[in-house]
């Protein structure tokens, strides 16, 4: 018993080297430097510091104009926002009312280091097309204005929509969407969303 054991600590001994071999050799310069601005790029900060905080159940009254020669309508919604990827993004869940009909949606936001920018994405039951849209912050970082880009189906093509996030405080923000209505050439307010925490 013990010669095979001393035959296995020999073993293991010559073969140490063969082992040392396999390790990863040492980065270049060039990669050490590559290395930390992905590693910069991955880290979270204070923009998904600030996300974390819009984590929770929420419930939203809606406003929304179609027409402008119209009044106003009006519906209740539910929201549950949770996050992603230790914090890097969060998702948002809706469902409620719109138009007389049951709505559901579903958007993903993060803050992309890279970009400098809010970054988002949005799906729900009244069409087909994914919305997406980048974001800045004001000084406060408490209004976020976004600008981005859905499929049109009057039209048939891309339009823009522009939409501003207002923080109030932790329990309260609201936003509010703006487009050119079908047939019209100025941007107006179509939605205004207050969401108020459960």
Excluded at 1 to 28: C, G, H, N, Q, Y
Excluded at 80 to 105: H, K, W
Aim: hydrophobic share 35%.
């Amino acid at each position: 018993m013990k010669t095979w054991i001393a035959l296995a600590a020999v073993a293991l001994f010559a073969t140490a080297p063969a082992f040392a071999a396999d390790s990863p050799p040492a980065m270049s310069a060039e990669q050490q430097a590559m290395m930390e601005k992905m590693t910069k790029a991955a880290t979270p900060g204070p923009q998904h510091e600030q996300m974390k905080k819009w984590a929770g159940e929420w419930n939203a009254k809606v406003k929304f104009q179609m027409d402008p020669s119209q009044p106003w309508q009006e519906s209740q919604s539910t929201s549950t926002i949770t996050l992603l990827m230790d914090g890097r993004y969060c998702q948002e869940v809706v469902s409620g009312q719109m138009m007389g009909a049951p709505f559901n949606g579903m958007g993903i936001t993060g803050y992309d280091n890279v970009l400098g920018k809010y970054v988002s994405t949005w799906i729900d039951n009244m069409g087909t097309g994914v919305m997406t849209s980048q974001g800045t912050a004001d000084a406060s970082g408490k209004v976020i204005t976004f600008v981005g880009t859905s499929s049109d189906p009057v039209t048939g093509k891309p339009a823009k929509v522009r939409m501003v996030s207002t923080i109030a405080d932790d329990d309260h923000h609201t936003l509010d969407m703006y487009s050119v209505p079908p047939g019209g050439k100025k941007e107006m307010k179509t939605m205004t969303i207050e969401y108020t925490r459960k």
